[in-house]
């Protein structure tokens, strides 16, 4: 059996009361409130917005919904609905072992909170999970499967669990090049990764505001760089805070696949375009994976 097949078991998990919170998006400024509400077993994620009542309001969470990567992950359904920066929770779903939610939103973009996912899995600890009948899917990579674009690549390989290997190099000496390479569990999830803060460097702001993104940005939920020096009083929660950020991105784009995944991610200078990219390329190659289940595996052990 896979190292970590029974990490949340062998059977899928829902929420078991609606997780509640609300705040600001980080590019739209928004003000948003958010219940994370149990869904039935099969039915994966998916996020309604609530403030749009004359159209298709769902908006399933599937490889094939994304629609736009620059500096975050955002879905959208055949109606033309979007949600945007969902990375984040994702990211605390699948480790939280959340197979089945119902995200409401009265807003386009998914608060930001501090920037990490740790207010997420805090949030869903309170909430509770329920165990469901139906077996977790997870999807078993068999051949790597990889994705090159320029000094970008992201791939994932065949491994024995979950694991993710992550190296980013920027000039600024705050950042440098720093990589992970670590199998990540639950545990190792809230222990290693799930408080690491988005970041963005002070030059970009003006820019990124210009083009209505960053509106709901501060140091409250951004590491802000400028020059070689983090802006926010408070410092860093880590010294490479910055590539386990982005591990924490990946972990949360990956997860649009609607199954946890056993094999490795490697990324280099990756982002969320590449990571979607992949994930596409994954999809198109059925023969480079399989949807393993554990139930009989667990049956037998018992």
């Known amino acids: 059996m896979a190292a970590d097949a029974f990490q949340h078991g062998a059977f899928q998990h829902t929420v078991r009361a609606p997780a509640l ?10 003000y948003t409130r958010v219940a994370v509400r149990p869904a039935p ?14 159209r298709d309001n769902r908006v399933p969470c599937t490889a094939e919904s994304v629609v736009k990567t620059q500096l975050g992950t955002v879905i959208a359904n055949a109606a033309g609905v979007t949600v945007s920066t969902i990375e984040h ?8 072992g959340i197979d089945n939610a119902v995200v409401e939103l009265d807003g386009p973009e998914m608060p930001i909170m501090d920037g990490s996912s740790w207010p997420f ?17 997870f999807m078993e990579i068999l051949e ?29 000496a705050v950042i440098g090049r720093q990589s992970i390479d670590m ?27 210009s083009m209505g993104l960053a509106r709901g940005g501060s140091l409250e939920n951004v590491v802000v760089i400028e020059g070689d020096r983090v802006l926010n009083p408070e410092g860093l929660r880590r010294p490479d805070e910055f590539v386990r950020h982005k591990a924490l991105d990946a972990i949360g784009d990956l997860y649009v696949l609607g199954m946890p995944i056993l094999g490795r991610f490697e990324g280099e200078l990756a982002g969320h375009a ?27 052990a018992v």
């Open 121 to 137: 899995v805090r949030i869903l600890d309170r909430a509770g999970k329920r165990m469901q009948e139906q077996p977790r899917r």
């Open 41 to 54: 077993a099969d039915s994966g994620i998916v996020f309604v917005r609530t403030d749009i009542t004359d």
């Open 183 to 209: 199998a990540v569990d639950e545990a190792t999830w809230r222990r290693e990764l799930a408080d690491c803060r988005t970041f963005g460097f002070l030059h970009e702001v003006e820019a990124l505001r």
């Open 89 to 96: 929770l994702m990211a605390a779903l699948v480790m939280a």
């Open 274 to 300: 590449i990571n979607n990219q992949l994930v596409r390329a994954l999809v198109a190659r059925p023969n480079a994976w399989r949807v393993q289940t554990f139930v009989e595996e667990l049956a037998e």
């Open 144 to 172: 790597s499967v990889e994705v090159v674009d320029g000094d970008k690549r992201a791939a994932l390989k065949p491994a024995d669990g979950f694991e993710v290997a992550f190296e980013i190099r920027f000039p600024t």
């Open 21 to 30: 919170f609300a705040g600001v998006g980080v590019h739209t400024g928004a």
